[in-house]
């Protein structure tokens, strides 16, 4: 029996999601203004865990999009 390997490329880029909303979250749980490096680069258009969640969504919809494109029924 053949095992298929269904690992993708995106782990990384989820980790990297993952790290984004624990930087952004760490602020809040230190009884800090949310102040992350994402809203200084943005000048304060959004924060590291809006983009994270962003990250998050997309992969999710992109990954729900091929199951059902390559689902049989």
Not at 12 to 30: M, Y
């Amino acid at each position: 029996m053949k095992t298929e390997d269904h690992g993708n490329n995106l782990d990384a880029l989820r980790l990297f999601a993952a790290f984004l909303i624990l930087v952004s979250h760490g602020w809040a749980l230190l009884g800090l203004p949310e102040a992350d490096f994402v809203m200084h680069l943005t000048r304060g258009g959004f924060s590291a865990s809006w983009l994270g969640l962003a990250i998050f969504f997309s992969i999710s919809g992109f990954l729900i999009d091929r199951s059902a494109h390559s689902s049989r029924s």
